[in-house]
């Protein structure tokens, strides 16, 4: 009775301790399936249409619709992708897009969103969206008071009120929120410090474990997130644990946040040696051209990132294979496109010496065709890239974007 009296209270807000010390492992096994069973959750079906090498192209299915896989979704961190309407990102196929629990929470508020009719009817986006689990901000924007293996206290970055999030409150926000792929809570730290990472790495599997007990909508696809820094054990052994909880998803976090390019790549091979072949991997927080085509080529399925809009408030354009700043004088009388055969309704429609005269002009105009272009690049892109792994072109491809991203001088 004390421990389903433990389970009844994991979806209140407070400090829970989960204790089976009066249990044996056999029954703390057995225990712990009967509660993953009871959440009942969903099937989100996930089917490989064609391989090469360890490249996919896959169906994810989500009740607001399936995903083509590999692709790139946009992040609209406070429900709304800076610049952009829905309706554009339709218009640049967009499939998915990702909003943030941390800064939801904080404003409006998941319980008002919930009143209103959940993420998808308060944004106006009718395709699938995926939340994560405000673990990172929480990590990288308040001021942490405390962190425990029960949560972390910490201060809003807004008004600096004080706030707790434990496994099972962001599994409520998200849920609140009603998103079709939610995250479960983790600790993400700085990727060099073997000592603390054990430490957080152990305090995410058990966080992992608390989130898929607390889940309470089938509906929602709760995706499991791989750490351990840039040791590869510390990675193999994360991926393990998340891959036996049978999660409908699984991704790699603690990437791309300072460590050097080939060691994320090296992250992404050893990690996906041992996530599920038949589950999608989502490369969490990663997104640039180069970036893409080296995950997409180790098997990764889904990438997010901010640098596509975050790049065109700064001026900054993605070509085919690099990057270039278009308030440079050089491009003040170019009326070629920002790349030439580039179909998005930015380059069909306007010069570069347009584009540079807003940028100067300080026009709210220029961080929206530049976003536009910039967010097209990559979605297009991946779904190139899942053309050629289905008609059997993707080593032509790939060697020849490689190739050619090496002669604009970009390299890992």
């Known amino acids: 009775m004390q421990f389903w009296?433990?389970?009844q209270l994991l979806n209140v807000d407070y400090y829970i301790t989960l204790s089976f010390t009066s249990l044996d492992s056999n029954a703390k096994n057995m225990s712990l399936n009967m509660v993953y069973n009871h959440a009942m959750v969903q099937h989100f079906d996930f089917d490989l249409q064609g391989v090469n090498g360890n490249a996919r192209a896959g169906i994810f299915s989500t009740p607001h619709g399936s995903i083509?896989?590999?692709t790139f979704a946009p992040v609209g961190t406070q429900a709304a992708v800076k610049g952009v309407t829905p309706d554009q990102l339709n218009d640049i196929n967009t499939q998915?897009?990702?909003a943030n629990t941390y800064h939801l929470y904080l404003r409006p508020g998941d319980e008002l969103i919930a009143e209103l009719g959940g993420l998808h009817k308060f944004m106006n986006w009718n395709k699938p969206i995926?939340?994560?689990s405000g673990g990172f901000q929480v990590f990288s924007?308040?001021?942490?008071n405390e962190i425990t293996d029960q949560g972390v206290t910490f201060q809003s970055h807004i008004d600096g009120s004080h706030h707790i999030f434990t496994p099972e409150k962001a599994i409520m926000i998200q849920e609140n929120l009603g998103a079709d792929i939610i995250m479960c809570f983790d600790e993400c730290p700085e990727p060099y410090e073997r000592s603390y990472n054990e430490i957080a790495l152990a305090r995410t599997h058990a966080w992992a474990e608390r989130c898929k007990i607390a889940q309470s909508r089938d509906d929602q696809a709760l995706f499991g997130i791989v750490q351990g820094g840039i040791f590869p054990d510390l990675r193999a052994q994360s991926a393990k644990f998340i891959s036996n909880l049978d999660f409908p998803g699984n991704a790699i976090g603690g990437l791309s946040v300072g460590e050097k390019k080939s060691e994320m790549l090296d992250i992404i091979d050893v990690v996906n040696q041992y996530l599920p072949e038949n589950k999608p991997r989502y490369l969490m927080g990663v997104g640039t051209p180069l970036d893409i085509v080296q995950g997409v080529i180790r098997g990764i399925d889904l990438f997010d990132c901010v640098n596509p809009t975050r790049l065109a408030r700064h001026k900054a354009a993605f070509t085919k294979y690099d990057r270039i700043n278009i308030s440079r004088k050089i491009y003040e009388k170019d009326s070629n496109p920002l790349v030439e055969d580039c179909s998005c309704y930015t380059c069909q429609n306007y010069s570069k010496a347009y584009l540079r005269h807003l940028v100067k002009a300080?026009?709210?105009?220029?961080?929206t065709l530049l976003?536009?272009?910039n967010l097209?690049?990559?979605i297009d892109l991946t779904s190139k890239l899942r053309a050629s792994i289905l008609d059997g072109s993707f080593d032509d491809f790939t060697k020849s974007y490689l190739e050619n991203t090496k002669l604009n001088g970009v390299n890992l």
């Open 5 to 7: 009296s433990l389970i």
């Open 68 to 70: 083509l896989t590999p």
């Open 96 to 98: 998915i897009v990702l």
């Open 130 to 132: 995926l939340t994560d």
């Open 141 to 144: 924007l308040g001021e942490i």
């Open 362 to 367: 300080n026009e709210l105009l220029a961080p």
């Open 371 to 373: 976003s536009i272009h």
């Open 376 to 378: 097209h690049i990559l």
